[in-house]
């Protein structure tokens, strides 16, 4: 349900309209036609929130919806679908910065797969290259190693990637280059625990993994308390974590890949704000837009399992008052590039339960 089979059909559904409503339009250039930035304004403008971010017009939650305020945080709401679950301030600053630096550093190391797995084998330490300048080369396996990667029917070619120094390269020599910061940024997803297929669309019970990391466990255990059946305990089995650039968005989607619906996903907003759109059960339905901040918690469960909903857009430096509080806790020098890549990115970490 990422993708709707006739494209022209989707381009016509509420869902879609929304998301071109709020999308993030570039400022029109000198050569060619473009949309005005005016539009990008405009759009922000008509979105519904107030102190409490994300109440309709006539402020009050819509009948059936479920709001949870953490300590500290301000007045909590949700859109109208039983089992959505509105967090905001749900987590500290310093938590933040933990988990920003958690799925920075941690989260894509091996036997995590990310986006980049199918292009250049498993890689590890890409956060700590790109922040020390490093290159990505193309080297020979040696033989040792291809017989060891060539075990059983996952056969794969006879090459290898590994960091190296710019002073390494020899000049002239002819080999497959990329820096590390262009990967970083290239980086748009990681999977913990049970690991999710994308081509296939399920989860590869035979691929390599590690059980989710028991902080993150116990954080979404708690966190998916309100959403749970009674008596019941949420049991993190599997993770993926979102990266999203300046101009990224998630398109309208449904979450079906796992057995028990009743059990919600626990989805953690980090680093710059974005724009959360929760629709209904069909992409003709018009979905509610609301902000999604630092720190913020969204509990899916349920009905709300089987609504569509995306990420149209995300705001980067043009407000930091936003994260004012990450830029304060990132500001040594052992974060500097963590700062860096906060100001203009957005990371989403949602856990799930798979059987």
Same mark, same amino acid.
């Given at each position: 349900?990422?993708?709707?089979?006739?494209?022209?059909?989707?381009?016509?559904?509420?869902? !879609?309209?929304?998301?071109?409503?709020?999308?993030?339009?570039?400022?029109?250039?000198?050569? %060619?036609?473009?949309?005005?930035?005016?539009?990008?304004?405009?759009?922000?403008?008509?979105?519904?929130?107030?102190?409490?971010?994300?109440?309709?017009?006539?402020?009050?939650?819509?009948?059936?919806?479920?709001?949870?305020?953490?300590?500290?945080?301000?007045?909590?709401?949700?859109?109208?679908?039983?089992?959505?679950?509105?967090?905001?301030?749900?987590?500290?600053?310093?938590?933040?910065?933990?988990?920003?630096?958690?799925?920075?550093?941690?989260?894509?190391?091996?036997?995590?797969?990310?986006?980049?797995?199918?292009?250049?084998?498993?890689?590890?330490?890409?956060?700590?290259?790109?922040?020390?300048?490093?290159?990505?080369?193309?080297?020979?396996?040696?033989?040792?190693?291809?017989?060891?990667?060539?075990?059983?029917?996952?056969?794969?070619? &006879?090459?290898?990637?590994?960091?190296?120094?710019?002073?390494?390269?020899?000049? %002239?020599?002819?080999?497959?280059?990329?820096?590390?910061?262009?990967?970083?940024?290239?980086?748009?997803?990681?999977?913990?625990?049970?690991?999710?297929?994308?081509?296939?669309?399920?989860?590869?019970?035979?691929?390599?993994?590690?059980?989710?990391?028991?902080?993150?466990? &116990?954080?979404?255990?708690?966190?998916?308390?309100?959403?749970?059946?009674?008596?019941?305990?949420?049991?993190?089995?599997?993770?993926?974590?979102?990266?999203? %650039?300046?101009?990224?968005?998630?398109? %309208?989607?449904?979450?079906?890949?796992?057995?028990?619906?009743?059990?919600?996903?626990?989805?953690?907003?980090?680093?710059?704000?974005?724009?959360?759109?929760?629709?209904?059960?069909? !992409?003709?339905?018009?979905?509610?837009?609301?902000?999604?901040?630092?720190?913020?918690?969204?509990?899916?469960?349920?009905?709300?399992?089987?609504?569509?909903?995306?990420?149209? !857009?995300?705001?980067?430096?043009?407000?930091?008052?936003?994260?004012?509080?990450?830029?304060?806790?990132?500001?040594?020098?052992?974060?500097?590039?963590?700062?860096?890549?906060?100001?203009?990115? !957005?990371?989403?970490?949602?856990?799930?339960?798979?059987?």
């Amino acid at each position: 349900m990422y993708g709707a089979s006739d494209p022209a059909a989707a381009e016509r559904t509420a869902f !879609r309209r929304a998301e071109k409503q709020y999308k993030l339009y570039k400022p029109p250039n000198l050569k %060619g036609a473009s949309r005005p930035a005016s539009m990008e304004t405009a759009a922000t403008c008509r979105l519904w929130w107030t102190s409490t971010r994300c109440l309709p017009p006539t402020g009050s939650c819509p009948p059936g919806s479920v709001g949870v305020t953490a300590p500290g945080s301000t007045a909590p709401c949700s859109a109208s679908w039983t089992g959505f679950y509105f967090i905001p301030g749900a987590l500290s600053t310093e938590e933040q910065c933990y988990w920003i630096r958690e799925s920075l550093k941690t989260f894509p190391q091996p036997p995590n797969r990310t986006n980049l797995t199918a292009i250049y084998g498993s890689i590890s330490d890409l956060f700590t290259a790109a922040k020390n300048q490093k290159i990505l080369v193309e080297v020979e396996n040696s033989d040792v190693e291809e017989k060891e990667q060539n075990k059983g029917d996952r056969k794969t070619e &006879s090459k290898n990637f590994k960091f190296v120094e710019d002073s390494e390269i020899q000049k %002239g020599e002819e080999c497959r280059t990329t820096r590390a910061i262009t990967l970083m940024r290239k980086l748009r997803w990681s999977t913990l625990g049970l690991q999710f297929d994308w081509s296939k669309r399920n989860y590869d019970v035979s691929l390599p993994h590690k059980k989710i990391p028991d902080a993150l466990a &116990s954080l979404a255990k708690n966190m998916a308390i309100p959403a749970m059946p009674f008596g019941e305990e949420f049991k993190p089995e599997a993770a993926i974590v979102n990266y999203y %650039g300046p101009s990224d968005m998630l398109g %309208g989607h449904v979450d079906d890949m796992e057995a028990d619906w009743t059990k919600p996903i626990v989805s953690i907003s980090l680093g710059c704000k974005c724009i959360f759109l929760l629709g209904g059960k069909t !992409r003709d339905e018009v979905p509610t837009a609301m902000f999604l901040r630092s720190g913020d918690i969204v509990l899916m469960a349920g009905e709300a399992r089987e609504c569509f909903h995306g990420v149209p !857009r995300i705001f980067t430096e043009s407000n930091q008052q936003e994260i004012s509080a990450l830029v304060s806790q990132l500001s040594g020098e052992d974060d500097c590039f963590i700062l860096h890549y906060v100001k203009n990115s !957005r990371i989403n970490i949602n856990i799930r339960q798979v059987y």
